[in-house]
């Protein structure tokens, strides 16, 4: 609550009038604490801060080699934001749309694409998807891809570099 001080306007014999006093003001700002406080604690103890979403990748050791038979072997390269160019083995990649069109507000990796790789999956347990990603593609198709396996609960796949080798299979693509 606020307080005035007020002189209790008694002068004494001979006094002259002076000048009036500045009068005070004390404002009590105890109340005004303990609710800013209330506040404080409240919101801390209701709000709750977003989780990261996470994914776990185990990556080998750098100088492990893994002999695997080449028609065990998948290829998917993305050279860039729109294709990817899948191959299986020695063949020639074939070209398919990474993202279905008609879904244009939601990223999710087109059918054939899926379907492709879960045929592949089934087909032969041995098989090994390797994932190329050129520097003209962006990192969440990266992300997207790694999702779409996880879903599929395909556990074995690699990711490599994206070299003059892989632009050249690309150019050759079906």
């Known amino acids: 609550m606020g307080v005035v001080d007020s002189p209790n306007g008694r002068r004494g014999p001979g006094k002259k009038k002076r000048h009036s006093k500045r009068i005070g003001?004390?404002?009590?700002?105890?109340?005004?604490?303990?609710v800013a406080f209330l506040l404080l604690t409240f919101f801390m103890l209701t709000t709750t801060f977003s989780k990261s979403n996470t994914m776990?990748?185990?990556?080998?050791?750098e100088m492990t080699e893994v002999?695997?038979?080449e028609n065990n072997v998948m290829t998917l390269r993305i050279a860039d934001e729109a294709m990817a160019y899948c191959s299986l083995g020695n063949e020639a990649p074939r070209r398919?749309?990474?993202?279905?069109?008609?879904d244009s507000h939601r990223h999710v990796l087109?059918?054939?694409?899926?379907?492709?790789?879960?045929?592949?999956?089934?087909?032969?347990?041995?098989?090994?998807?390797?994932?190329?990603?050129?520097?003209?593609?962006?990192?969440?198709?990266?992300?997207?891809?790694?999702d779409e396996l996880n879903l599929m609960k395909i556990d074995r796949f690699s990711l490599d570099d994206f070299t003059e080798q892989d632009a050249l299979e690309i150019k050759r693509a079906v």
């Open 96 to 102: 398919i749309p990474l993202y279905d069109t008609q």
């Open 67 to 69: 002999k695997v038979a």
């Open 25 to 34: 003001f004390h404002l009590d700002m105890t109340p005004m604490v303990d």
């Open 56 to 61: 776990e990748i185990n990556l080998p050791p």
């Open 110 to 146: 087109s059918t054939p694409l899926r379907q492709l790789i879960k045929q592949q999956a089934k087909a032969n347990e041995k098989t090994v998807i390797v994932v190329k990603i050129s520097d003209k593609a962006r990192y969440k198709q990266l992300v997207d891809i790694i």
